[in-house]
């Protein structure tokens, strides 16, 4: 990656050095722009890496036995070293831009005056104020860019996940429902579907508030996650509705994971937020492609859940009839 970031900022140093303002015998660009960007987003090496392509192209265009590109080259080596290690400290984002611009006034404004003596107080107050508003505007173009790309990545996160638990929401679990079932179709695979509900969750609203009831549910999604296989989909669907989308698992498989997670949530201890420890439990309800088919699979998964409900709860029903774990709800 840093060594992406450095050839990729090369070619733009190599772009600014296109568009140069001839001053007093000698050349101002924006060059340097290109290394404080590598600098800021790779560090040190690939700072490095630009300064090299910069020095490389300069030396392709006027030759190494220029006195004139020598003394640039060394001078863009040592900005990307100089830049690169100012970048590497844990500053703020403007005190990095800050401190690279004033560096690379400091070291070019320094070739300047060795090179034009008298005569390089013009390119030297020109480059000053080339670098501060250039360096200025990029910042502030480059923080606008950088928020904006993390709003959008935020919004999309948003979208696709749910708030409260880190799962996938109703949404994204619409998205991989539809997309496993097209490819089991098309591969001849099964697709198992598990539905969800903790058992009596309106009476943990009602007696602890719903700061608690919150709580249990960003607990049971742990629970879910690490009870669950690591490629099963898990999904938060809505209130206390979660789902688990099992890829080529055979309806009894499918049902031996359904009783594992059920068994683990049944067994766990939740913690409410003022300390007190509740126990619940929830009920599942499975189907599976092709033994059902697939226009009818999410519906005949709800069904077994509802019956699962309907017999007791805390338990696991499949829509062809297959049920294991009848056990009671402790609270404590």
Not at 175 to 187: E, I, M, Q, V
Not at 281 to 300: F, H, M, N, W
Request: proline residues 2%; neutral net charge; glycine residues 6%.
């Amino acid at each position: 990656m840093k060594l992406q970031l450095g050839v990729i900022h090369g070619i733009v140093g190599t772009i600014l050095m296109l568009f140069t303002v001839h001053m007093n015998e000698t050349i101002l660009d924006f060059r340097q722009i290109a290394v404080i960007l590598s600098a800021l987003y790779g560090g040190l090496l690939s700072s490095v890496i630009t300064g090299v392509i910069i020095c490389l192209v300069r030396w392709l265009v006027f030759g190494t036995d220029n006195y004139a590109t020598i003394i640039a080259a060394v001078n863009t080596i040592a900005v990307a070293i100089a830049v690169g290690i100012a970048c590497s400290r844990r500053w703020s984002y403007w005190s990095k831009w800050s401190v690279s611009v004033l560096i690379c006034i400091l070291f070019t404004g320094a070739i300047f005056v060795f090179n034009l003596r008298t005569d390089a107080l013009v390119p030297v107050v020109s480059y000053a104020c080339m670098m501060a508003v250039g360096g200025l505007l990029t910042a502030h173009l480059t923080a606008f860019f950088i928020r904006t790309k993390a709003h959008s990545l935020r919004m999309e996160k948003e979208a696709t996940v749910d708030f409260l638990t880190g799962l996938n929401n109703h949404r994204t679990f619409d998205n991989r429902y539809n997309a496993l079932l097209d490819s089991a179709s098309l591969k001849s695979e099964c697709l198992s579907v598990a539905l969800l509900d903790i058992d009596h969750f309106k009476k943990v609203n009602d007696t602890y508030g719903h700061a608690n009831g919150d709580a249990v549910l960003k607990q049971l999604s742990l629970l879910l996650q690490s009870s669950a296989r690591p490629f099963d989909i898990v999904s938060r669907n809505g209130g206390e509705e979660f789902s688990v989308l099992f890829y080529d698992t055979p309806h009894e498989h499918a049902l031996l994971i359904a009783e594992r997670i059920r068994s683990a949530v049944s067994q766990h201890i939740f913690e409410l937020n003022e300390g007190q420890r509740i126990r619940l439990t929830i009920s599942i309800g499975v189907a599976t492609y092709p033994d059902t088919k697939p226009e009818a699979l999410r519906e005949q998964a709800d069904q077994a859940l509802y019956q699962a409900k309907a017999n007791g709860r805390n338990r696991v029903c499949s829509n062809m009839n297959l049920s294991l774990g009848v056990h009671s709800m402790v609270t404590g």
